[in-house]
């Protein structure tokens, strides 16, 4: 899952949900992107995962509300959030803005962000209803060309269970190619019930041993491994899945679990796997939610690595795919 760096479309999203509508909370829309499915796709980040990666380059999207940024580049120290805020959550130690952020992150009102000029305090995560969606999709349509469509990503996009099935019926609805990029980390029978609706399936398997996934992600795998069978064996279902690998050297690269994630996907009746690189793109994100990397040291694969992990997986029988320039 990638790195969300478009603006949202802020005339159509808003802040607090009305209650009586179905809401999704967005973080990220990006138009015109070309690594999230064959074609031409507007992808839509949503908020919430059930899963807490080590190495997660979307950390703000792991929380269930919006979230306060703060860019410390932009920052003039002016002070007009110190002021703004009612709670008294900023403070200043040694010539730097210090934000609490057990304040913040429970805060609904962000009057920080309004009152920054420098564009240093934003808001991450903001309320889009369905037709909000789909009043952007239309817009962006005529972009996909004839293979493209709607790529749902995060987060883990099918969290939010019935604003998921509402949206997802109203693009089939519209004839509009829907892939996602999930963790497959969702009870099974709703999992099989909202592929009634997908065609295209990106989803990771980071590590086949289940202790070795709960260190690095916080969950077993047994239920990921589990729901992506299943779903290669759903019968009246046509959809494609790619199983990704995050090649993290060290941590999941070993030929044993290269090759048993090989030997599982055949099994299942796949042919196709997708190794993305480790990379640090998410760094600052960390430091923007008052959070600390703890991944700084890590090193990406070195093409030497990655192509060791390409041939184990093709001498098991499977089309390899690198990194994000694929061939859909
Ligand atoms: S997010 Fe809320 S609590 Fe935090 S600084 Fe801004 S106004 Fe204050
Ligand atoms: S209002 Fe903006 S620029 Fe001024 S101190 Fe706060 S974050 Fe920095």
């Not at 009586?20 to 992808?43: A, I, N």
């Not at 410390?72 to 210090?98: F, M, N, Q, T, W």
């Not at 997708?274 to 998410?282: C, K």
């Amino acid at each position: 899952m990638k790195n969300g760096n478009v603006k949202l479309d802020s005339d159509v999203a808003q802040t607090t949900p009305p209650k009586e509508e179905l809401k999704g909370l967005v973080f990220d829309v990006q138009g015109h992107s070309v690594h999230d499915g064959p074609g031409t796709r507007t992808t839509v980040f949503l908020s919430g995962c059930p899963l807490n990666c080590i190495w997660c380059c979307n950390p703000e999207g792991l929380f269930h509300h919006p979230v306060m940024l703060y860019k410390e580049s932009k920052c003039v120290k002016c002070g007009r959030c110190i002021k703004a805020c009612p709670y008294g959550a900023i403070s200043v130690i040694d010539g730097k803005l210090v934000h609490d952020r057990t304040k913040c992150d429970v805060c609904e009102t962000m009057e920080c962000v309004g009152a920054c000029l420098q564009e240093a305090t934003e808001t991450s995560g903001k309320y889009y209803s369905v037709n909000d969606l789909m009043q952007i999709f239309k817009r962006d349509r005529q972009f996909w060309g004839s293979k493209g469509g709607v790529t749902f990503s995060g987060g883990e996009p099918l969290m939010q269970k019935n604003f998921m099935l509402a949206i997802l019926k109203e693009c089939q609805k519209a004839y509009i190619h829907v892939a996602v990029e999930t963790t497959s980390c969702l009870a099974t029978n709703y999992y099989m019930e909202v592929m009634n609706y997908i065609e295209w399936v990106f989803t990771d398997i980071k590590h086949m041993d289940p202790d070795k996934h709960r260190e690095l992600t916080g969950v077993d795998n047994k239920l990921i491994l589990k729901n992506i069978e299943t779903l290669a064996a759903k019968e009246d279902w046509n959809g494609f899945i790619v199983p990704r690998i995050p090649v993290i050297p060290g941590l999941n690269d070993s030929d044993e679990n290269i090759i048993e994630t090989a030997k599982f996907v055949k099994r299942i009746g796949l042919e196709v796997i997708n190794i993305l690189p480790f990379h640090r793109l998410g760094e600052s994100k960390y430091r923007q939610i008052g959070h600390v990397y703890k991944f700084a040291d890590q090193l990406p694969p070195t093409k030497e690595n990655m192509d060791r992990v390409k041939k184990l997986i093709e001498d098991e029988g499977l089309v390899c795919f690198v990194g994000y320039e694929t061939p859909f």
